[in-house]
T-cell receptor, first 112, second 113 residues
Framework: GESVGLHLPTLSVQEGDNSIINCAYS??????FIWYKQESGKGPQFIID?????DKRQGQRVTVLLNKTVKHLSLQIAATQPGDSAVYFC???????????FGTGTSLTVIP | NAGVTQTPKFQVLKTGQSMTLQCAQD?????MYWYRQDPGMGLRLIYY???????DKGEVPNGYNVSRLNKREFSLRLESAAPSQTSVYFC????????????FGDGTRLSIL
């Protein structure tokens, strides 16, 4: 089966600092990757996605980097704010089939 | 625009009781999914429906049944609830065109005593 994991289960950062959350995936044939944010008591919320033909994609305060050589995905959050405190997890979507495979998540805590 | 709506938000059942979790979407998406989320584990797929009229098993289908009532609605049924089914259940939708994110409801928190 698929294996999508995170290097660190928890991360604490000072307000205003940058945050980096990592994700490893196992299927080199995966074509599409997504980062989700999940706040307490809420469903996962789409943040940003990237396709396998790209190395980097930027959004508002967020950047996703994809390194296909080592099968690694990262989410960078610039100028982290208290509202960024949540669990972040990645999802990988293989070329074939329509199932998503989700990581277990990293809990980000922003210290005011 | 509500997106994906799940009902109920919370439920407590006794072992052996039955229950149906409801999910409705107004995004005109073809594909719908049911996941369970347990502490320390990623979302695990129970069942999915790639399009109206079709359903398929996911990773953990045992003890569950689903119905894709129409394009908007996808329900999950527990026929005889067991304590191992205590979890948070999420419904998600996706356009069905590929290369698009799934959109989630806010979950149903189910406890089985």
């Amino acid at each position: 089966g698929e294996s999508v994991g995170l290097h660190l289960p928890t991360l604490s950062v000072q307000e205003g600092d940058n945050s980096i959350i990592n994700c490893a995936y196992s299927n080199s044939a995966s074509d599409y990757f997504i980062w989700y944010k999940q706040e307490s008591g809420k469903g996962p919320q789409f943040i940003i996605d990237i396709r396998s033909n790209m190395d980097k994609r930027q959004g508002q305060r967020v950047t996703v980097l994809l390194n296909k050589t080592v099968k690694h995905l990262s989410l960078q959050i610039a100028a982290t704010q208290p509202g960024d405190s949540a669990v972040y997890f990645c999802a990988e979507i293989p070329l074939t089939g329509n199932q998503f495979y989700f990581g277990t998540g990293t809990s980000l805590t922003v210290i005011p | 625009n509500a997106g994906v709506t799940q009902t109920p938000k919370f439920q407590v059942l006794k072992t052996g009781q039955s229950m149906t979790l409801q999910c409705a979407q107004d995004m005109n998406h073809n594909s719908m999914y049911w996941y369970r989320q347990d502490p320390g584990m990623g979302l695990r797929l129970i069942y999915y429906s790639a399009s109206e009229g079709t359903t398929d098993k996911g990773e953990v289908p045992n003890g569950y049944n689903v119905s894709r009532l129409n394009k908007r609605e996808f329900s999950l049924r527990l026929e005889s609830a067991a304590p191992s089914q205590t979890s948070v259940y999420f419904c998600a939708t996706e356009s069905g065109q590929g290369g698009q994110p799934q959109h989630f409801g806010d979950g149903t928190r189910l406890s089985i005593l």
